[in-house]
């Protein structure tokens, strides 16, 4: 784990990466660059704060890397990274937990709340739930054997959240190539960001209940390339009276570690959720880039880096009036 510190270490020294993402991506909409160097004098120990954090819960829980780099996913796709998607319900606020993709499915906030406690104590209202989920992304994908980026820093958390937005913006699993390119593109992603970016699927579990769909037989194309022993061994697994908490992993060959093999396994027939599959069934260009992927680990993670700097960019409509809670959950 030394090894850990010290790459993250000589990466906050070297300059890898654009000092802002105005830089890298032209100027921020917002108004508010994000930037490397936002915490340096404010919260310098932010970043070593949440890695403790992330390195306790991943050693405990493998399973955890997948879970708060998807926290980030889901709160980035709902109008911008702001961190409204651990906004809790209450009597006159409606958040987007209970959101059809993160009810009963999103873990981590146990996680992001202990952070947010220490840095508190530390720094007070200075380190904002939104790039505190930033962060426990890059971490978990870093101890996960991945590839590792200096984030940018600099969101303000969000004030309000949108269950609708929730329910319409994040791409669900029995998603067609042509609705993912759909809602990445509405977000301002490209469809090689959205391979990229499903990559991070080499790592987590989903329920039985998100690739049912992939037990189904048709004349199209996906069924005609179908890999009927894993299927098999799907619908085994799925075959009890009540597998509403049965899981599988979305890589069987190296379920907690983060590489390419996710897609070696699209490539066989073995993409857990039907819009994995869809990559290499549904698309010529997707497979290509699959392909790329599976020849070149290397070009893989470096497109997943710049995928993830852009995908952290994404600013909310509301950035400039944001804050910096508190209490993750709830409006200060």
Request: glycine share 6%; net charge negative; hydrophobic share 40%.
């Amino acid at each position: 784990m030394q090894l850990v510190i010290l790459c993250l270490l000589i990466l906050k020294l070297t300059p890898a990466f654009a000092t802002t993402l105005n830089d890298a991506y032209g100027d921020d909409s917002s108004g508010c660059p994000l930037g490397t160097d936002i915490y340096q004098y404010t919260c310098p120990e932010a970043e070593a704060i949440i890695f403790s954090w992330v390195e306790q819960a991943v050693s405990h829980d493998s399973r955890m890397a997948a879970s708060l780099l998807r926290l980030h996913f889901h709160d980035c796709f709902v109008n911008g990274c702001d961190g409204s998607v651990l906004l809790d319900d209450t009597q006159d606020f409606v958040g987007e937990k209970t959101a059809g993709p993160n009810l009963n499915s999103l873990r981590g906030f146990e996680v992001i709340d202990q952070i947010k406690s220490e840095l508190e104590l530390v720094c007070p209202q200075t380190v904002s739930c939104a790039d505190i989920l930033a962060t426990a992304a890059r971490d978990s994908v870093l101890l996960s054997g991945g590839p590792i980026w200096e984030v940018q820093m600099g969101r303000k958390d969000g004030i309000t959240a949108s269950k609708n937005a929730a329910n319409n913006n994040i791409p669900g699993p029995n998603s067609t190539v042509d609705v993912l390119v759909a809602k990445f593109e509405n977000v301002g992603l490209t469809l090689k960001d959205m391979v990229a970016l499903s990559g991070a699927h080499t790592i987590g579990k989903a329920r039985c209940r998100t690739f049912s769909s992939r037990f189904q037989t048709s004349s199209n194309s996906e069924s005609a390339n179908a890999n009927i022993e894993f299927i098999a061994s799907l619908q085994q697994l799925c075959s009890g009276p009540d597998n509403s908490n049965t899981v599988a992993h979305l890589d069987l060959a190296t379920p907690a570690t983060f590489d390419n093999q996710y897609f070696v396994n699209l490539l066989s027939g073995e993409g857990l959720l039907p819009s994995d599959q869809a990559l290499v069934n549904g698309n010529d260009q997707t497979r290509q880039i699959v392909e790329t992927y599976v020849e070149n680990p290397l070009a893989f993670f470096e497109d997943f880096k710049l995928s993830m700097l852009k995908m952290g960019s994404l600013a909310s409509p509301t950035q400039t009036s944001g804050q910096i809670r508190r209490n993750c959950r709830t409006i200060n």
